[in-house]
């Protein structure tokens, strides 16, 4: 931000006014598409949820510990389009405030979940009875605004989700392991998990393998996938990975297993995703083993792991600590102190990523979606007005 300050010659007020209000523009942009994806008709869309950690410096001398929060996100698998993107984060209101409040009606001596206040992470929490959703080790509170429980800020990222796709025939969550993801999915999708509207899929992919790992990963893949290609000449590579799936998914000691520990390893993983290994969440015991071998092969990360690593590029202030022995892992690079403006680049990032920038296709995820006609540019959201028809179908 100082640099910005001295390239553009003004002051940081001025760099932050601008921020907020580029960040509105970016509302608006992202709640006029959300009316056209409210109808939006499709028989199936693939989706993938996770959650992206950020921490924020201190911001005082005498408390040097750093906040830490958390960002749930999803993208659609096939156009790359992140539908919504959502930080542990209320800059509404004061974390004073509220605790004198929840002083006042006895929520210290409630149960979480019977709190009045229970949604927001108060300093009376940050204690050893605290276990649920402790605060992670040596981070402390936000100065300003309240820090919003995980659980609730995905619960209510899922609820978002259902209102958003209204007309998809056929959703499929891809959800990582973080802890309360398919809790949020089945509160908020549950009628249609019963019927089968709604499939859910627990996704396990080692992120900490080294280069030489995955390519040692997999060529094991790749052989074991050859070999078995060998034994059925003339027949798609894809068909006999689909072969591979049904012959592990009706193994005995598969199917003895309890429905939560059924992890299948995908037979054609990618070096974005190796020893990929997959587990049927919303199984209603109605499905073929044709059909699910089918889901299977679909399940997918790549669309939103992708979208996070632009983040950590693209914007300095959330790119990954620095850690050093001089630090006593306190000093985070360029993290940002508050995190109103965390929340605000995060959306700012998100709608550009959604309208503006282009794969390889030379298309953004937008147009892929079927949302625009050609991409956008910052000066057209800058530009937008409220109701301009003329802007949300370009």
């Given at each position: 931000m100082r640099r910005i300050c001295e390239v553009a010659e003004v002051t940081a007020p001025v760099i932050y006014q601008r921020i907020g209000f580029i960040h509105e523009q970016c509302v608006r942009v992202a709640a006029a598409h959300d009316e056209r994806l409210r109808s939006l008709k499709k028989a199936r869309l693939g989706i993938a949820v996770d959650r992206q950690e950020h921490v924020l410096n201190w911001s005082s001398q005498f408390d040097r510990r750093v906040t830490q929060m958390g960002a749930v996100?999803?993208?659609?698998?096939?156009?790359?389009?992140?539908?919504?993107?959502?930080?542990?984060?209320?800059?509404?209101?004061?974390?004073?405030?509220?605790?004198?409040?929840?002083?006042?009606?006895?929520?210290?001596?409630?149960?979480?979940?019977?709190?009045?206040?229970?949604?927001?992470?108060?300093?009376?929490?940050?204690?050893?009875?605290?276990?649920?959703?402790?605060?992670?080790?040596?981070?402390?509170?936000?100065?300003?605004?309240?820090?919003?429980?995980?659980?609730?800020?995905?619960?209510?990222?899922?609820?978002?989700?259902?209102?958003?796709?209204?007309?998809?025939?056929?959703?499929?969550?891809?959800?990582?392991?973080?802890?309360?993801?398919?809790?949020?999915?089945?509160?908020?999708?549950?009628?249609?998990?019963?019927?089968?509207?709604?499939?859910a899929f627990w996704v396990k992919i080692d992120k900490s393998l080294s280069v030489d790992q995955k390519k040692r990963l997999l060529a094991a893949s790749e052989t074991a996938l050859a070999k078995a290609?060998?034994?059925?000449?003339?027949?798609?590579?894809?068909?006999?990975?689909?072969?591979?799936?049904?012959?592990?998914?009706?193994?005995?000691?598969?199917?003895?297993?309890?429905?939560?520990?059924?992890?299948?390893?995908?037979?054609?993983?990618?070096?974005?995703?190796?020893?990929?290994?997959?587990?049927?969440?919303?199984?209603r015991g109605d499905l073929d083993p044709v059909t699910l071998a089918d889901y299977l092969l679909d399940v997918k990360m790549h669309a939103l792991d992708r979208f996070f690593m632009q983040v950590r590029r693209r914007l300095s202030v959330l790119e990954r600590p620095i850690f050093s022995p001089s630090s006593n892992t306190r000093w985070h690079g360029y993290a940002v102190y508050n995190p109103t403006v965390v929340m605000r680049l995060l959306e700012i990032f998100r709608v550009t990523y959604n309208f503006v920038l282009v794969g390889e296709d030379r298309k953004t995820p937008a147009m892929r979606l079927g949302l625009a006609v050609r991409p956008w540019t910052l000066e057209d959201i800058i530009a937008f007005l409220p109701g301009d028809q003329s802007s949300v179908k370009a």
């Amino acid at each position: 931000m100082r640099r910005i300050c001295e390239v553009a010659e003004v002051t940081a007020p001025v760099i932050y006014q601008r921020i907020g209000f580029i960040h509105e523009q970016c509302v608006r942009v992202a709640a006029a598409h959300d009316e056209r994806l409210r109808s939006l008709k499709k028989a199936r869309l693939g989706i993938a949820v996770d959650r992206q950690e950020h921490v924020l410096n201190w911001s005082s001398q005498f408390d040097r510990r750093v906040t830490q929060m958390g960002a749930v996100a999803s993208a659609d698998t096939t156009s790359g389009f992140v539908l919504g993107l959502h930080l542990d984060y209320d800059p509404r209101y004061d974390v004073h405030d509220l605790e004198m409040a929840a002083q006042a009606c006895g929520d210290p001596a409630k149960r979480p979940a019977f709190r009045k206040y229970a949604r927001v992470f108060l300093p009376f929490e940050d204690g050893p009875n605290e276990a649920e959703d402790p605060l992670p080790e040596e981070s402390r509170l936000p100065s300003r605004g309240v820090r919003i429980h995980s659980p609730y800020t995905i619960y209510a990222h899922f609820y978002y989700l259902k209102q958003l796709l209204l007309e998809i025939e056929q959703l499929h969550f891809y959800l990582d392991r973080d802890p309360g993801l398919h809790g949020g999915c089945f509160a908020a999708f549950g009628p249609q998990v019963r019927v089968g509207t709604v499939e859910a899929f627990w996704v396990k992919i080692d992120k900490s393998l080294s280069v030489d790992q995955k390519k040692r990963l997999l060529a094991a893949s790749e052989t074991a996938l050859a070999k078995a290609q060998a034994a059925h000449p003339g027949m798609r590579k894809f068909d006999v990975a689909k072969q591979l799936l049904m012959s592990a998914l009706s193994q005995p000691e598969f199917l003895a297993l309890p429905a939560l520990k059924r992890w299948v390893p995908h037979p054609m993983p990618n070096m974005g995703e190796p020893a990929k290994a997959m587990c049927y969440l919303s199984d209603r015991g109605d499905l073929d083993p044709v059909t699910l071998a089918d889901y299977l092969l679909d399940v997918k990360m790549h669309a939103l792991d992708r979208f996070f690593m632009q983040v950590r590029r693209r914007l300095s202030v959330l790119e990954r600590p620095i850690f050093s022995p001089s630090s006593n892992t306190r000093w985070h690079g360029y993290a940002v102190y508050n995190p109103t403006v965390v929340m605000r680049l995060l959306e700012i990032f998100r709608v550009t990523y959604n309208f503006v920038l282009v794969g390889e296709d030379r298309k953004t995820p937008a147009m892929r979606l079927g949302l625009a006609v050609r991409p956008w540019t910052l000066e057209d959201i800058i530009a937008f007005l409220p109701g301009d028809q003329s802007s949300v179908k370009a």
